[in-house]
């Protein structure tokens, strides 16, 4: 299945960062009005609403997951997903330098038991990632196979721990720290749904912006994964690096222009919340890989994933530290967990370079 003809290596160029613009403008358009419709719905904090949001804000890997599953590139559909995780989880250090007006840290704002859950969930789902790489490659019914029914089930699992996380724990303050955000998490959400409101947007204008979003955005990712691929084959660029690298960070671009958006309202809690929600979502696009491609993807996975599942994994666990010891002076307007995180990105990216295919 291909969308594009033959192009010359220019043209290829144009189009990716054309379905990456897209990508980038619709991305807000989507995450915007996914939250009027989650209230307007009456999901919000709910467990389909956790699920809608996750579905919305990953719409351009899940149409590059797709199309490189269905065209047969399912390195760049893995690498793609784990250097999502990790680059999504490196904009947080973004985050925190540009958008906390505050002179304390984004983990010191953020800070709660809940977003601790979350990242847990992160981490138990590359575990399984990790797990799924040793596998037969034999273990295949019904066009799934073990490793990917496990990550789901960890994933749906870890959705109803955070809703319940987020009612009420048994700890003083329910779980959240002291002189933290004031406004409860998801204020801005409400913010954006009580605006929407008062400007009289109505509800078939929310579905209809909505779904125009989601197309424009589906239809860029699929653009992006195979312009973005041919012209990575014209330079001599690897799938593994091409996707971990440069596909990822078009396809993180709303997830900083919408996390932005939240710090600067104050709502830490939530911008923390979405980039691991989304990070724990990603692996179970690897279901949809195993069911389009009709082949095991994990017990095919190169040295490189692997790498990159590590590097995604430190990464989460230095932010759980952040939020559980709540750094409280900054450096460069960054956090030392932040500033850390930047680093061994930098170094991370650098060894996968250097690493063979």
């Known amino acids: 299945m291909s969308l594009l003809p033959d192009l010359p290596f220019w043209a290829e160029l144009l189009v990716f960062a054309a379905a990456a613009v897209t990508i980038w403008v619709a991305g807000i358009f989507l995450s915007n009005y996914t939250d009027v419709l989650a209230e307007r719905i009456h999901l919000g904090q709910a467990l389909g609403g956790l699920i809608l949001l996750a579905v919305a804000t990953n719409l351009p890997e899940i149409a590059i997951t797709y199309t490189a599953a269905a065209s047969g590139h399912l390195d760049i559909a893995v690498s793609n997903i784990l250097g999502g995780i990790a680059i999504q989880t490196a904009l947080l250090a973004a985050l925190d330098a540009f958008g906390v007006r505050q002179r304390r840290p984004l983990t010191y704002q953020a800070a709660s038991l809940t977003l601790v859950i979350e990242g847990a969930v992160v981490l138990a ?45 048994p700890w003083s303050n329910c779980g959240e720290a002291p002189d933290s955000q004031p406004e409860p998490r998801g204020h801005s959400r409400t913010k954006t749904a009580d605006k929407a409101a008062d400007k009289g947007v109505s509800t078939t204008k929310v579905l209809v912006v909505f779904s125009v979003a989601a197309l424009a955005t589906l239809v860029a990712g699929a653009l992006a994964e195979e312009s973005g691929s041919a012209a990575a084959d014209h330079v001599g660029l690897s799938g593994v690096v091409f996707g971990a ?10 997830e900083l222009s919408t996390g932005l958006t939240a710090v600067r309202m104050g709502d830490y809690k939530l911008a923390f919340g979405d980039i691991f929600g989304g990070n724990a979502f990603l692996p179970v696009l690897f279901l949809l890989a195993v069911l389009v491609s009709g082949k095991p993807v994990l017990p095919h996975a190169h040295a490189t994933d692997i790498y990159l599942t590590g590097l995604a994994a430190l990464l989460t666990v230095i932010y759980v530290a952040g939020l559980v010891f709540r750094p409280a002076k900054q450096h460069f307007r960054l956090g030392v967990d932040s500033i850390t995180v930047v680093v061994l990105y930098v170094l991370g990216i650098v060894g996968l370079v250097a690493l063979p295919a």
């Open 125 to 169: 789902v590359l575990v399984a990632v990790v797990m799924g790489t040793q596998l037969p490659d034999t273990l295949i019914k019904f066009r799934l196979t073990p490793d990917v029914v496990l990550i789901t089930v960890i994933w749906v699992t870890g959705l109803v721990l955070v809703q319940r996380g987020g009612g009420a724990l």
């Open 245 to 254: 690298t440069v596909l990822a960070a078009a396809t993180a671009l709303p």
